[in-house]
């Protein structure tokens, strides 16, 4: 059964805030004393949240991840802005960005 990381933490900032749930079991094994939410755990919460801001299906153009993200009881808030064919987004924890990269929806990418 698979089970949420990522739960809503309401708006912050104009931004989807989402805490993470630190007891995941991911953690047992990603990684032991350090635990760090997985790239694409992350990325499919990234896609998630902003088809359902969008009303549309989303698809990856780029990301960047800049530090690990952390279930440190900090919360992640997603960030986007318009740009050309798509989305820009931003994934902080607290003051820091973790993540960046754009999106494009089905109609902006031909796969309409």
Known sequence: MHEPMFQSAGTENSGSAMRIRE??????MHFPG???VPGSMT???VLQRIGQM?????HLVSASFLAPVRPNGEPVT???SASAGGL???L???AHTVCRGAVCTDAGNGHG
């Open 23 to 28: 007891d995941h079991p991911v953690f047992e």
């Open 34 to 36: 350090f635990p760090v």
């Open 43 to 45: 990325v499919a919460m």
């Open 54 to 58: 969008v009303g549309a299906r989303v």
């Open 78 to 80: 997603l960030k986007t």
């Open 88 to 90: 820009r987004f931003r």
């Open 92 to 94: 902080m924890q607290g």
